[in-house]
């Protein structure tokens, strides 16, 4: 018998331009590039320099804290840049693909027959363990320390987010594989969604598998650990997201390194919203070329419209990014009479507006925050969307104040910045309530470092 877990809070946000379970090719230009940026808490040290030529699998970077955790080449090449910014921070690894592709070669595995310290090294060996997250401190973690438990999100219901089920198609042996290898190392955790009806999830062997029934965040991995087993003081659990699983599960069944994805192309601003099959790392221009609307000046997005990063065209695909989203920018828009228009258009939590006459429809909704940064208002906004045993807006207040005892006890522990991101959507003190968590969240590791 599932346990299943119903959340009474939250908000579903209906947008424009839901990726459709169709596909379509892409062409690749041969242009790919690893981005420290996308394993949070990475100190990264390169391993390679320009010209060098390197198989999917060999390394390009480490982790300086843990030099270990090693960050593989997701294709064979040559080096073609090493790009830095300030003070030479380290921005990717480029590098221009061959046209038949190499793989460094480390063997297949059967993962039953393994340890959870073998598996492990596997994925060290592989360049794959930087792929696993932490809590606390929501950062990629490091191997020194076991987890109480892992836990996986196969629901995502961020808007315009890609579905799982739909990428899974064809991959259930290597989704299982890798999370058969996630349970030799700790008790595994899968989290889905109630209407989620593929045997692959629904009969998944050698991990709990906990059904959710809510609204968004329920996806979050965050809200999920909190509801199963929340995260204390001095405890540590690992969070692996579901596409991760399926690169463990290929490297132990084909031997070597495969980051292929089913990416959706989403958002009010692309022709034909559908998925593609992409490589970490690959441009992004190969992907939006005549994919887009053209008349309006738009933002192209590497994830979804709450979590995801600001891009453009000239960006790459990022190492966890399971959508890349296209919705206008609408800086320069000019309402004519501004907020005293009925705006039945648009999207209003406290039906500000009388789009909500109008029943449940999709927004064609704009980057704009329609507002300046103002005083917190202590509301109730953030409890009625946070599925999580913790007083959000007081802890937003801690961190605000720096005041890491408050923090502590009001569950920092337990949380990561994408928690808060609808939150943020529906907080009217307009305050960039991902990047307030992602700060005390660094305070709080500095700390206890």
């Known amino acids: 018998m599932r346990r299943v877990i119903k959340l009474s809070k939250g908000l579903d946000i209906h947008l424009a331009g ?11 230009s041969g242009k790919y590039a690893l981005m420290p940026s996308c394993f949070e808490g990475v100190k990264p040290k390169v391993m390679v320099k320009e010209g060098d030529k390197v198989k999917a699998g060999d390394t390009l970077f480490i982790n300086k ?13 040559t080096v073609s840049s090493i790009q830095r910014g ?13 046209g038949q592709q190499e793989y460094k070669d480390f063997g297949k595995k059967d993962v039953a027959a393994l340890t959870g310290g073998e598996i492990i090294d596997s994925l060290l060996e592989a360049g794959l363990f930087g792929y696993i997250n932490q809590l606390p401190y929501a950062i990629s973690t490091n191997p020194q320390v076991l987890p109480k438990a892992i836990f996986v ?6 808007p315009l987010a890609g579905d799982f089920e739909y990428e899974l198609e ?12 996630l349970s030799k190392i700790a008790k595994t955790y899968l989290g889905i969604g109630a209407s989620q009806s593929s045997s692959a999830l629904l009969n998944a062997k050698d991990v709990e598998t906990v059904v959710f029934k809510g609204k968004c965040p329920a996806g979050n ?4 650990i909190n509801n199963i087993d929340p995260v204390n003081k001095g405890e540590v659990v690992w969070t692996v997201e579901p596409t991760s699983v399926i690169f463990f599960g290929r490297l132990f069944n084909s031997g070597h390194i495969d980051l292929r994805r089913i990416v959706a192309l989403a958002g009010s601003e692309v022709k034909n919203p559908a998925y593609t099959e992409m490589v970490v790392g690959q441009d992004l221009a190969s992907l939006l070329n005549d994919n887009l609307n053209t008349g309006s000046k738009v933002r192209v997005i590497c994830g979804n419209p709450l979590t995801g990063v600001k891009t453009s065209a000239e960006g790459f695909l990022g190492a966890h990014t399971s959508e890349v989203t296209v919705i206008p920018e609408g800086d320069s828009t000019d309402e004519m009479l501004g907020w005293i228009m009925p705006r039945l258009n648009q999207f209003s939590v406290s039906r500000s507006y009388f789009s909500w006459l109008l029943g449940n429809r999709s927004y064609r909704l704009d980057a704009r925050i329609k507002g300046g940064e103002r005083h917190m208002i202590m509301s109730g906004e953030y409890d009625r969307v946070l599925p999580m045993d913790i007083y959000g807006e007081y802890l937003i207040k801690a961190i605000i104040a720096g005041d890491i005892d408050k923090m502590e006890q009001l569950g920092i522990y337990e949380v990561s910045p994408e928690d808060f991101a609808v939150a943020e959507f529906v907080d009217s003190s307009k305050l960039e309530l991902q990047r307030i968590v992602r700060e ?10």
């Not at 991959?171 to 299982?176: C, G, S």
């Not at 005390?440 to 470092?449: T, Y």
């Open 65 to 77: 804290e843990y030099p270990a955790v090693k960050f593989s080449s997701p294709v064979s090449g």
């Open 170 to 181: 064809g991959q259930e042996t290597d989704f299982q594989t890798g999370l058969t290898a």
């Open 153 to 158: 999100s196969a629901l995502r219901d961020m």
């Open 18 to 28: 839901k990726a459709l379970p169709k596909r379509f090719s892409v062409k690749p």
């Open 86 to 98: 300030d003070r030479r921070k380290l921005l990717s690894v480029c590098i221009d693909a061959d």
């Open 440 to 449: 005390g969240l660094d305070m709080l590791r500095k700390e206890n470092a």
């Open 221 to 224: 991995v965050g809200v999920q």
